[in-house]
């Protein structure tokens, strides 16, 4: 009996109030360069032939994601949890009720960070799919690093060594099923939740352009970035 190839399918959690973007409201559907953030990270993602689809997790009271992003031929679940980890929990098995397996790779990506290129996401691809645990895009930090403590620095953190991580995050689907569960839905990254169960993902080298809009003026740099391209 023939193995089917393993596929890989993205999965963009939606559901965030973006309470520090200072946008009004979910900061993935603020304004930026003449489209909504989202519509802008979806249509890097659907520029990328090696992806077998996309599912969209929103939250069950968002009434604003089809005007956002309007004909979007991907799937969407809304079924999205209070933290990013639960969202990305509940996103998983709508893949696999979608036909996905659990040897499939899923792609995680943040519905802010809309400035990806799909040359990032197939140099991920690239890197990861005969990996044995997978991993994420990252940056080795330049900057010197300082601990705060009531406002003055405590100490200076030695930078070597460390990175700033990315996504999108590329796991297993039965993996990533696995560590979220293992891990609660407070870890902020899915790798953080794979490196509880023992594993290390690999580092796949990033681009500072990839960005997650979080705060105010982060509009204003992905505005004059895509201005640029």
């Known amino acids: 009996m023939t193995v089917p190839p393993t596929r890989c399918f993205a999965l963009v959690p939606c559901a965030g109030v973006g309470l520090r973007a200072g946008a ?3 900061k993935q559907y603020a304004p930026l360069a003449g ?13 990328v032939p090696r992806l077998a689809g996309t599912l969209v997790v929103l939250s069950p009271e968002d009434t604003q994601f089809e005007a956002a992003v309007p ?6 679940a809304r079924r999205g ?9 509940n996103g998983l098995p709508v893949l696999r009720e979608l036909g996905a397996r659990d040897d499939d790779w899923v792609l995680v990506h943040d519905a802010a960070r809309c400035l ?6 197939d140099r991920l691809i690239d890197a990861c799919l005969a990996d044995p645990v997978g991993g994420l895009l990252a940056l080795p930090l330049a900057d010197t690093l300082k601990a ?3 406002g003055r620095v405590a100490d200076t953190v030695p930078r070597a060594g460390k990175w700033a991580a990315q996504t999108p995050q590329m796991f297993r689907i039965g993996l990533l099923a696995r560590a979220l569960a293992e891990a609660g839905d407070q ?17 796949v080298a990033g681009d500072l352009e990839n960005l997650k809009v979080t705060w105010p003026a982060d509009f204003a740099l992905a505005a004059r970035l895509l201005q640029t391209r």
């Open 71 to 76: 004909g979007w031929q991907g799937w969407i």
């Open 81 to 89: 949890g209070a933290t990013r980890a639960e969202s990305v929990a």
């Open 187 to 203: 870890v902020t990254d899915e790798s953080s939740a794979v490196e509880a169960l023992g594993l290390a993902p690999r580092l």
């Open 148 to 150: 705060e403590e009531a």
């Open 35 to 47: 489209r909504p953030v989202v519509a802008h990270t979806l249509a890097a993602l659907a520029a």
């Open 116 to 121: 990806l290129r799909p040359e990032w996401v």
């Open 24 to 26: 009004g409201g979910p």
